[in-house]
DNA sequence: ACATTTCGAGAGCAGTGCTCTTGTTTTCGT
DNA sequence: ACGAAAACAAGAGCACTGCTCTCGAAATGT
């Protein structure tokens, strides 16, 4: 029995907290949980755990920025088991699965950070940088299929001046220029991609597709190709 | 002063709830709602609005199916003003202009629909024919396009065996055989739209993109062309 | 005209997020 | 090493929620 410090003490109860509410969260989802049942599991009295939440949206971005993290890691990992670098469509492919995966496994949470924000709109907060793993390694795999000169494997208009320039920001989180064209394409598979998973996950491809994991896979193979990433 | 009939005082009640429901809905979202405060709003005790709605989650979903009809409605409108009939570029734009703009003006409506279902996940209810009327819309164009022979504008490899049993019932939902390919590409372009919705207002495009109007005008555009509808 | 059903109102229950107060315990400055 | 200061757990309490039940009054069907 180690005589605990208080700082120990403080993150000790923290983390318990934090598990215990990720566990209700994945059992009765994001608009069920309550502090009042997850103080109860974890053995103290509610207003104890205001010590360490000041509100239940504050514990609910914690729980938002830990699921950013958990699917951040698991597509970074998934990237980097793919061996041959150069092989962006496998990369692609990965990033795309790895989400899917993620979210099939935890649909609560791929609500909670993709679906409508529960208490209103979340102002721009610290969930942001945790939010910026997923699409940067998106953009990475953008830069790197620049640079490789990839040719678009599907005919792509040419931008509109107004849409130029509303591409700025994304651009400028890619170092190196990019084509606009390739810039719109990979963007339209973003969108693709997770009105995907959205549409899959929130019932909306009940009636209509049978098996969703062959149509996900027909989807991003098509993405790829369109993004001249295959061959 | 018309003696009012039950029926009639029934039919009025239910709709001075609905209605307030849906102005309390529009202002706090689908979480915040609250059976109480409706009843306030409407002059009666809370107890009372049980009499018309058996539960919070049987309004809500009596809301979901009015927020599906009147974007359904929006939806056909907006087909109906396009002139020429064969012009199915025009119809389609239309199609993903009246949904965004109805979504844009009924952001909590949109959350409700096509966001994170709030009480877990709701089994095929009464919601479904409501909800097909905006698939349905887009299903009639793709057998428009299947009749008019339309060549798809962007090479689409072959549909695997298993994705082509897969895609069985959205098939039979369409009177007229369609082309594999074709079929493919609108279901991805209806998750693309969707995909650049929930995306665009839930926040996720925050960074990265300034004008989402002249993105979502240059992702629809390119869609048209892909399914061939241009020209 | 009477029995039946429908309805509104109120009380009440169990639960929630959150605040405040009250002792107790740990930490820190001197 | 001791006393001031900060951090903490516990409990009571407030305002609110969804929902149930009972009780009278009103409209309905026969």
Redesign the interface.
């Known amino acids: 029995m180690a005589p605990k410090t208080r700082a120990e003490n403080r993150a000790e109860q923290t983390r318990a907290i934090l598990d215990r509410a990720r566990a209700q969260l994945a059992e009765v ?3 069920a949980l309550s502090v009042r049942q997850i103080a109860r599991d974890v053995g103290m009295v509610s207003s104890a755990v205001y010590r360490y939440f000041p509100s239940r949206d504050e514990l609910l971005t914690a729980l938002i920025v830990e699921a950013y993290d958990e699917l951040g890691a698991a597509v970074e990992a998934a990237d980097a088991h793919v061996k041959r670098r150069t092989d962006l469509d496998k990369r692609f492919l990965a990033w795309a699965n790895a989400i899917r995966t993620w979210a099939l496994a935890n649909p609560h949470e791929y ?2 950070l ?9 102002a ?1 907060d610290d969930t ?1 940088p945790a ?2 793993r997923i ?1 940067g390694a998106l953009l990475s795999l953008v830069a790197e299929s620049e640079l490789a000169q990839h040719v678009l ?5 040419r ?2 001046t ?2 130029r ?6 651009r400028d ?1 890619i170092p190196s220029p990019v084509e606009d064209e390739r810039m ?1 394409r990979w ?2 598979a ?7 998973l ?2 899959e996950l ?3 491809m ?7 994991d ?2 996900f ?3 991003t ?3 790829a ?2 993004l001249g990433l295959t061959g």
């Open positions: 989802g994001p608009a609500a909670l993709y679906g409508s924000p529960v208490p209103g709109y979340v721009p942001v939010a910026s699409t494997g599907a005919p792509t208009n931008l509109s107004k849409e320039t509303a591409l700025g920001p994304v989180a719109l963007l339209m973003w969108a693709c991609v997770f009105g995907h959205s549409l929130f019932g909306h009940h009636r209509g597709v049978l098996d969703y062959a149509h896979a027909q989807v193979g098509q993405l190709a369109d």
